[in-house]
């Protein structure tokens, strides 16, 4: 579960290393933001120079988390970090390509461009 101030690693390659979320926009209650959720966060720290800066701020889509999610069959999935792919103001990915695995929980939640840009299976 990812609230305000969490430190979230970046899973595309928009250029951004490290951000920060200020605020949850679409989650539980406003508070709590899990997979497919949107929030909204500042860069803190630089990969390499693209179009993104320091201190901007850009909508987010929360791809991992490091909270387990359990399903009805009984199996989970969890990750080490927690991580999301940055869009733009009109809600369109910034990046070209995903870095990570993903989770199947965005398939729910109508992000099928996000699967297709991966690079590795979905978990």
């Not at 899973?11 to 909204?40: E, H, P, Q, W, Y």
């Not at 500042?42 to 390499?48: A, E, H, M, P, Y």
């Not at 179009?51 to 999610?69: H, Q």
């Not at 910034?94 to 590795?120: D, E």
């Amino acid at each position: 579960m990812i609230q305000t101030l969490t430190k979230l690693n970046l899973s595309d390659n928009s250029g951004a290393k490290f951000t920060r979320c200020i605020k949850v926009l679409k989650g539980f209650n406003g508070k709590f933001a899990t997979i497919g959720d949107i929030v909204l966060v500042s860069i803190k720290k630089l990969r390499f120079v693209r179009t993104v800066k320091k201190g901007e701020m850009y909508f987010g889509v929360v791809v991992r988390t490091s909270k387990e999610k359990c399903y009805k069959d009984g199996s989970f999935s969890k990750f080490k970090k927690n991580s999301i792919v940055l869009l733009t103001k009109q809600k369109k990915i910034l990046g070209s390509h995903i870095l990570c695995p993903l989770s199947k929980n965005l398939r729910k939640k109508k992000y099928m461009r996000l699967l297709i840009m991966s690079a590795y299976r979905i978990i």
